[in-house]
């Protein structure tokens, strides 16, 4: 299977070419020149299936041959080593858990098979890669989670100093081995512009290989397809209208499930959930992309702009009327958050985080102006409450115990290297490692 860049069809790299370079050098996202069609006997008995098995027939029909069977498998068997479980709310309405990674949210199914795909293509070589995230909290805790211990690659983890929350600094500083976390001083764009800087420097390009490990990375989203099937695995009662809510920022997470259906996942609508920032549902409605600046919310890891992955959705549909047919959106802000975190607890016993929240009230609203009757719907959680602990306990007045991942780190010793914003500094810190 060839990848082509978003900017230009006619540029074509392999699936190999397209995890190590991340972006393609016109400045497109890679997207695969067909999506793979599944057959519909595997689809009807999913049920058959572990997460694990349903991974391998998805990312085989995307891989072909450039990695072998046995090391897709491993590579698979290793990177989603944890559940996914639907949680039924009632006979209408189910949570798709996807937190029950090593960081707690979603991000670990990517971060982890990116890992140890870009170890397997560098297995043979002596070549050493060098990640650099700028990370204003969870990208970084994942990905440095994801390759930890991986062969060939060292992690370097730029985070603004005291700009992330307590919880977030201790996953992202209590790693050892291959990954380093780099404390500047600085803001999250300081972080930004730094890895920006290093990745044209010729002198350091000369001297080490970089790479990223954004969320646009192909290697990053077709792992977040395998859910979606698991997902529908575990719906008890399925109704001909399945819809699923999708707590919405880049949009990798929402592309990824549009993939699935379009490889015959009978999923009836996806829809779109975002916060105050909603140029997507503003896309949405009037057809029209207009990023503007973030604003901070609740549901921070949301918190976006202007969305990297509209270039993928817009490059799977041929025209808007058809965009329409396949996603519905709602944006709902934090004041709505806490409503909806508290209704869900009321109405569910069920505690659900702030990104979880407004996934729950893009589905109510749909529901409500659409006056659906049969449906079965599922609302995909992407972090675990106490990830956002302070948010949902001031939300429910109930304190939320960590959870085992957490505690352990909270016991290891926080280890940084402090760098001041200056490239200067961070271009020395890089030369001498
Ligand atoms: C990253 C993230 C999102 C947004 O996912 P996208 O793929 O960027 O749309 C939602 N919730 C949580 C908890 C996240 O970490």
Do not use: W
């Amino acid at each position: 299977m060839n990848y082509y860049s978003t900017n230009n069809k006619n540029l074509k790299v392999s699936f190999r070419e397209a995890v190590m370079k991340g972006l393609s050098p016109d400045g497109g996202l890679f997207m695969p020149e067909l999506i793979p069609q599944l057959d519909a006997d595997f689809i009807n008995n999913l049920n058959n299936y572990s997460i694990q098995e349903i991974g391998f027939e998805v990312a085989k029909l995307f891989i072909d041959n450039e990695i072998p069977d046995p090391d897709l498998e491993n590579i698979i068997e290793n990177a989603i080593n944890f559940d996914a479980p639907l949680v039924e709310l009632d006979n209408k309405l189910s949570i798709l858990e996807l937190f029950h990674g090593p960081t707690l949210a979603f991000k670990d199914f990517g971060a982890r098979f990116m890992a140890r795909t870009m170890s397997h293509f560098l297995k043979d070589s002596d070549e050493v890669v060098n990640i650099l995230v700028a990370t204003s909290g969870d990208t970084g805790s994942a990905v440095a989670s994801g390759f930890y211990g991986v062969e060939g690659i060292n992690v370097y983890l730029l985070y603004p100093s005291g700009k992330v929350s307590d919880i977030q600094e201790m996953q992202l500083t209590t790693f050892d081995k291959n990954i380093t976390a780099l404390e500047i001083e600085g803001t999250f764009d300081d972080c930004q512009k730094l890895v920006k800087s290093a990745f044209v420097d010729n002198e350091i390009n000369s001297k080490m290989k970089l790479s990223s490990a954004n969320s646009i990375n192909i290697a990053r989203l077709i792992p977040q397809s395998f859910y979606y099937f698991n997902g529908y695995k575990q719906l008890k009662n399925r109704s001909e209208n399945v819809l699923v809510s999708v707590p919405s920022g880049n949009l990798g997470n929402l592309t990824a499930g549009l993939m699935a259906k379009k490889m015959g996942l009978p999923i009836a609508k996806f829809i779109g959930a975002t916060n105050s920032n909603s140029v997507f549902t503003e896309f949405i409605r009037s057809g029209k992309y207009e990023p503007r600046p973030s604003v901070k919310t609740l549901s921070n890891a949301m918190d976006v702009g202007a969305p990297s992955n509209l270039a993928r959705i817009q490059s799977l549909y041929t025209d808007h009327s058809i965009i329409l047919k396949d996603i519905a959106s709602n944006t709902h802000n934090d004041d709505q958050t806490i409503e909806m975190i508290q209704q869900t607890y009321r109405k569910y016993n069920y505690i659900i985080d702030p990104h979880g929240a407004v996934g729950m009230l893009a589905l109510e609203q749909y529901l409500a102006e659409e006056k659906l009757e049969d449906y079965s719907a599922i609302v995909v959680e992407t972090a675990h409450p106490a990830k956002f602990k302070e948010s949902v306990e001031d939300a429910l007045g109930i304190d939320i115990k960590l959870p085992e991942a957490l505690q352990k780190c909270i016991s290891k010793e926080k280890k940084t290297i402090k760098i001041s914003n200056s490239y200067s500094a961070f271009k020395e810190f890089l030369l001498n490692t």
